[in-house]
């Protein structure tokens, strides 16, 4: 097992998305363990990064970052030592239009390719470029020059694992009449093991007579070659070749190659491979590696399947339609948890590769106690629930915890599709687009096509650091189908664009992806809204066919928001976000079709709400109630409820629980109350565990409120006795006074 508490440094090759993607979510979880500093080893652009995000709100503000460039001395800690090794690649025409494919994806999963290679469709460069017209600033002066979208400076790892000393021959040495067992032998294993001569009554002793070889320490490479541009770097690297010419103490046992086929396939980069002999491992890892990454999610799925199949699809796998290298040398295809020992043996071990048994995963479900009766009594009852399901609107939940994604649930994102061809998000938390290929599999491209308009709801780290990713998948999703480029409408807080102009700036293009219209100039009787923004608000009310958009501000962070949509055909669906029970939403979620609102916390935790400011499950369900929504769908549970959250008394025929890939429509409505039972039986240890808990902790408040009061109770009885003899004394001296004042 991994574990996460004892990292400290991160070596990241370059600076693009598919690197650095992952970094917040993982910095707030180190701060979270109580880590108070981070070491980051890559390219120079990685200061620049570092800095964009310390614009995000809370705890990354407070957290101690160091870069660590490759003019630095090398890395060295208590496991080996390691040499940054600088690549400067050429641009490619083709290729430097396109962000790189997914593979690398820090939520991807099995990430879809399309053609990324020198070949790529002329439609990227064009859509490129008229992005970057359209949506660029304007730039002046040296430090607002921006970064290309493929950086020319790439970083290798030289990796070397400390040499360990040879064992000492306890037997051996004993034989010859060495002190074994008594002090006077430690200085002189010590000697010996570090490789010096001694002398012992007259006669010297040789390391190699009474030790066993030292290890000189095994070396691993971590490369990443992100294009051809990159090969004649890579192949006329003086570093590298010195590791290719078959010395003992240069020899290299394992190469791991972030590489596409297109450079696996180069005749250049097949030579290179080969002079590292026989005798080294190579690795590769891109998009074409396959594995699932979290059986547990495949798992929840398939046995939330077996009660309704369509509420519940089962997740599917994308498989890249590019066909894989052949290599001059064996090499090894990258699986989730695949490992690589160094010692005592170098090998491969395979003990912890995921995997997903779908026929193991129904059985363990049928075999719980009730679930078949509470599935079956299920479909007998929907079979007299009319089946009026309309197609559209669907709404697909990709992300139903909150603040760090689980194995079950992933953090917020939510999409509406309002027809078959339009679909707009609402928040876009990280792994949103692994989320998107996981349940749409092959047709992932066309599903980010049609998405029109991104809500941002607040600056919350877990409700927007999916979006880079999403606008960069959609760009290459354009190209590989052939599709005309078209910019996004980016709903979000004002707050949000420094980030994303000191990104654009400093890392990769991104502005003419998107066209912006802020939460604050949507709120009802705004009147400061910009033309442009105007013209922007008038073409999505037409894209989705809208009559109106709206957001208000809610209980939460400084400018966080709801939204609300209503469809020319009379349908409303309204987004919480995150917030406390708020009046300004119920106002305007007033006679919702659908209400999707945050219930982050059980009933009981209200103190805890309010420190937090979220809602509670009844919290929830009473603002869904006060609107008169038709529906209400809970989500954004803590991730203390990671399948399933505790039901209240508030729970009624108008009320359902989400789940991450669960496809609502609005014909659903009388359908999903009556799966709380067969859910409640598939999830019953976890709703024991859950009910212990809670009565754990009403036990320990009751306590504590009981000690609360006794120490009060306690005071006023201490204070009665003495109030008695004050007063007495009082009343004693009184006399005394008058009689002195007489005289």
């Not at 998305?17 to 880590?35: F, Q």
């Not at 106002?587 to 009981?604: C, F, R, S, V």
């Not at 990671?642 to 890939?661: N, R, Y």
């Not at 504590?704 to 306690?714: R, S």
């Amino acid at each position: 097992r991994l574990k996460i508490s004892h990292l400290d440094s991160i070596f990241l090759s370059r600076v693009a998305w598919a690197n650095v993607g992952g970094l917040p979510g993982m910095i707030l979880t180190l701060k979270a363990m109580g880590l108070q500093r981070c070491v980051f080893l890559g390219p120079p652009k990685l200061q620049n990064y570092l800095k964009a995000i310390r614009l995000f709100p809370g705890p990354l503000k407070r957290m101690d970052l160091a870069v660590q460039l490759h003019t630095e001395p090398e890395y060295k800690d208590e496991t080996m030592t390691v040499y940054q090794i600088p690549l400067t690649g050429k641009p490619l025409a083709a290729e430097s239009t396109l962000p790189q494919s997914p593979g690398a994806s820090t939520q991807g999963g099995n990430s879809p390719k399309g053609d990324t290679g020198p070949g790529s469709p002329r439609a990227a460069q064009q859509s490129l470029e008229e992005g970057k017209k359209k949506g660029s600033p304007k730039k002046t002066g040296g430090e607002q020059k921006c970064a290309s979208r493929h950086p020319d400076l790439v970083m290798a790892f030289l990796c070397k694992i400390h040499p360990k000393k040879g064992k000492f021959l306890a037997a051996k040495a004993q034989e010859m009449g060495l002190p074994v067992g008594t002090p006077a032998i430690l200085p002189i294993i010590t000697a010996l093991k570090n490789g010096e001569s001694i002398t012992f009554e007259g006669r010297e002793l040789f390391p190699e007579e009474l030790c066993t070889p030292t290890d000189p320490g095994p070396v691993f490479i971590v490369l990443e070659c992100p294009h051809e541009g990159f090969v004649d770097a890579v192949c006329e690297n003086e570093t590298f070749r010195r590791y290719q010419e078959g010395l003992p103490e240069n020899k290299v046992a394992l190469v791991i190659h972030m590489t596409p086929e297109s450079v696996l396939r180069d005749s250049r980069y097949q030579q290179w491979l080969e002079r590292f002999g026989p005798g080294t491992q190579h690795l590769v890892l891109n998009e074409n590696s396959s594995t699932v990454h979290n059986p547990r999610s495949y798992k929840i799925q398939t046995q939330l399947n077996l009660i309704h199949p369509e509420i519940f699809p089962l997740l599917t796998t994308y498989q890249s339609k590019e066909e894989e290298a052949v290599c001059s040398v064996p090499i090894v295809r990258g699986e989730c948890l695949l490992k690589y020992h160094f010692r005592p043996q170098q090998e491969w071990q395979r003990d912890a590769v995921t995997a997903c048994d779908h026929d193991a995963f129904v059985s363990e479900a049928l075999d719980l106690p009730d679930f078949q009766t509470r599935v079956k009594e299920c479909k007998e009852s929907l079979s007299a629930v009319p089946g009026n399901v309309g197609a559209y609107p669907e709404i697909v939940f990709l992300g139903t915890g909150s603040a760090i994604p689980m194995k079950i649930r992933n953090v917020s994102s939510t999409l509406v599709n309002t027809s078959s061809t339009r679909s707009l998000l609402l928040d876009c938390g990280e792994g949103t687009f692994g989320q998107l290929c996981r349940h749409y599999g092959e047709q992932v491209d066309q599903v980010l096509c049609n998405i029109v308009a991104v809500f941002v709801s607040h600056m919350h780290t877990d409700h927007h650091s999916g979006l880079l990713n999403i606008l960069m998948e959609r760009r290459r999703a354009f190209a590989a189908l052939g599709q005309a480029f078209i910019p996004l409408f980016l709903v979000a807080p004002e707050q949000i664009m420094p980030w994303l102009h000191e990104y654009h700036n400093h890392c990769e293009e991104i502005l003419g992806d998107i066209r912006m219209i802020t939460s604050q100039s949507l709120v009802k009787g705004c009147e400061n809204i910009k033309p442009k923004a105007k013209w922007f608000v008038s073409a999505l009310l037409e894209n989705y066919d809208l009559a109106e958009f709206q957001t208000c501000e809610v209980q939460h962070c400084k400018n966080a928001f709801a939204c609300s949509m209503i469809h020319k055909s009379g349908w409303k669906v309204v987004y919480s976000g995150d917030t406390m029970p708020c009046m300004a939403l119920v106002q305007m979620g007033k006679n919702a079709t659908l209400l999707i609102h945050e219930a982050t916390l059980e009933d009981g935790m209200e103190k805890e709400a309010i420190e937090k400011t979220h809602s509670t499950t009844s919290q929830a369900i009473q603002t869904g109630m006060k609107m008169n929504a038709e529906f209400i769908m809970l989500n954004h549970f803590s991730q203390r409820y990671a399948k399933i959250p505790l039901f209240s008394e508030d729970f009624s025929e108008k009320v359902g629980i989400a789940f991450d890939h669960m496809r609502v429509r609005f014909g659903d409505f009388p359908t999903i109350p009556k799966l709380i039972p067969p859910l409640k039986a598939l999830f019953a240890d976890d709703i024991v565990e859950m009910e212990e808990r809670k009565e754990k902790r009403e036990m320990r408040l009751l306590k504590e409120t009981a000690l609360v009061l006794d120490e009060l109770a306690g005071g006023e009885n201490k204070e009665a006795p003495c109030q008695k003899r004050k007063q007495a004394k009082n009343h004693q001296e009184l006399p005394n006074k008058k009689l002195k004042t007489v005289n």
